[in-house]
């Protein structure tokens, strides 16, 4: 674990442990965490998930649906599985869009140079998304992020990833459309993403 030096307003410093990905793995083998905990590894931090409800649920599942039968075999459809963003985060982004591999990531998680697309679905879990995996995703060179946001039928997209952040973000409404950068070909109605 590697430690985090917090200064507190009355001076005094705290060390906090940072996880890396391999300790954060070995409490799963030990049993301390298990395969049913709703965690994921974000910066060193072990962070509870938001319970996914059934209107987020349905989205997964339409847009799994969606891309599956559009990219046929041309990349793979992974739905709330681990990615690998370095030694601290490892990430269970709702669906990402992966390079084919035979052995279909067998023996490793994917990493940011497998990823063509990452897509979140945020109702009750938008500021997070927003505000906590997107720029992780941004500082990892994931090149195209989708945050289908359910609360306000919208669709954002994000490319041109820096340390920074993403440099364009683009708002698109229910009746526009959305191609994903590394399937310009494909045109998906943001209305049929966001079920409406």
């Given at each position: 674990m590697r430690a985090e030096q917090t200064k507190l307003k009355s001076d005094m410093e705290l060390s906090i442990h940072r996880f890396t990905?391999?300790?954060?793995?070995?409490?799963?083998?030990?049993?301390?965490?298990?395969?049913?905990?709703?965690?994921?590894?974000?910066?060193?931090?072990?962070?509870?998930?938001v319970p996914i409800g059934s209107k987020h649920a349905s989205c997964v599942n339409r847009i799994i649906e969606l891309f599956a039968d559009k990219l046929q075999k041309a990349a793979i459809v992974s739905s709330q599985n681990p990615i690998y963003?370095?030694?601290?985060?490892?990430?269970?982004?709702?669906?990402?869009?992966?390079?084919?591999?035979?052995?279909?990531?067998?023996?490793?998680?994917?990493?940011?140079?497998?990823?063509?697309?990452?897509?979140?679905?945020?109702?009750?879990?938008?500021?997070?998304?927003?505000?906590?995996?997107?720029?992780?995703?941004?500082?990892?060179?994931?090149?195209?992020?989708?945050?289908?946001?359910?609360?306000?039928?919208?669709?954002?997209?994000?490319?041109?990833?820096?340390?920074?952040?993403?440099?364009?973000i683009t708002r698109i409404s229910p009746a526009e459309t959305a191609s994903p950068l590394s399937f310009p070909d494909i045109i998906i109605k943001a209305g049929e993403l966001l079920g409406i």
């Open positions: 990905v391999d300790e954060y793995h070995s409490l799963s083998e030990t049993g301390i965490l298990h395969e049913d905990d709703n965690v994921e590894l974000i910066e060193g931090r072990i962070v509870d998930m963003l370095g030694e601290h985060s490892e990430p269970e982004p709702d669906i990402a869009v992966l390079k084919r591999k035979d052995d279909f990531y067998r023996n490793k998680h994917p990493s940011s140079q497998d990823i063509f697309l990452i897509i979140e679905i945020a109702d009750a879990s938008l500021e997070y998304d927003k505000f906590i995996k997107i720029p992780l995703y941004a500082k990892a060179g994931i090149q195209e992020v989708w945050l289908i946001n359910l609360l306000e039928n919208t669709i954002e997209t994000y490319r041109s990833p820096s340390i920074d952040g993403y440099k364009i």
